[in-house]
Structure formats: C-alpha cells, structure tokens
Nanobody
Framework: QVQLVESGGGLVQPGGSLRLSCAAS????????MYWVRQAPGKGLEWVSG????????SYSDFVKGRFTISRDNAKNTLYLQMNSLKSEDTAVYYC????????RGQGTQVTVSS
C-alpha cells in the first residue's frame, strides 16, 4: 500500500534552516507530481509546494516563495523540502502528499520555529 514517511523536522531558531525528507513506497513515485502541505496549530491544511514528475516544474505558495526549495530523487523515491530563513509563522506539521488535496499523505513531521 502507499506509504509516505516524513522526517527532518525539529526546533529551529528564526532565520534558521531545515531539510525535510519524505520516503515514498507502494506506488510508482516517478509517475506522480508530489506536494508538501502543512497544518499550523488550530488551522486547516495549507498547500506549500509541488513538483512535477521529473522535477523540471516547481511551484510554491506566496508565503514560502524564495525561502523554500522542493526537490526529488526518483532513484531513491524521496521528496525533499529545503527550508531557509524560517519564520515563526512557518511553525506547523509538514506533510508530503501524493495529491494536491493531500488526501493521501504521510503522518507528518513537526517544525517549530522559535527562539
């Protein structure tokens, strides 16, 4: 069955960086666009970024554009999210998803940005 396992979250100070990973299995990873979404405390799911099957097309929400970079390694069935210049408002559980609506997503990894 489809499995998406995120890792790499943690506590970081404002202005810091983190790199999230998502290990995928149970489907042909290289055939799907992949996405990152997040959920801040008390809020709904929020789309963050998406990447095409080969990685040549990437899109970002306005609130992370210029700070976050999505990438993928199809040989390793792994999705990444490099997050730089983190802000307190980036605090959330981050999920990788197989569809833009995030109906199929992993268990999430907590990112906390705080001094």
């Amino acid at each position: 069955q489809v499995q998406l396992v995120e890792s790499g979250g943690g506590l970081v100070q404002p202005g810091g960086s983190l790199r999230l990973s998502c290990a995928a299995s149970g489907f042909r990873f290289s055939s799907y666009w992949m996405y990152w979404v997040r959920q801040a405390p008390g809020k709904g799911l929020e789309w963050v970024s998406g990447i095409s099957t080969g990685g040549g097309s990437r899109s970002y929400s306005d609130f992370v554009k210029g700070r976050f970079t999505i990438s993928r390694d199809n040989a390793k069935n792994t999705l990444y999210l490099q997050m730089n210049s983190l802000k307190s408002e980036d605090t959330a559980v981050y999920y990788c998803a197989k569809d833009r609506a995030a109906q199929v997503r992993g268990q999430g990894t907590q990112v906390t940005v705080s001094s």
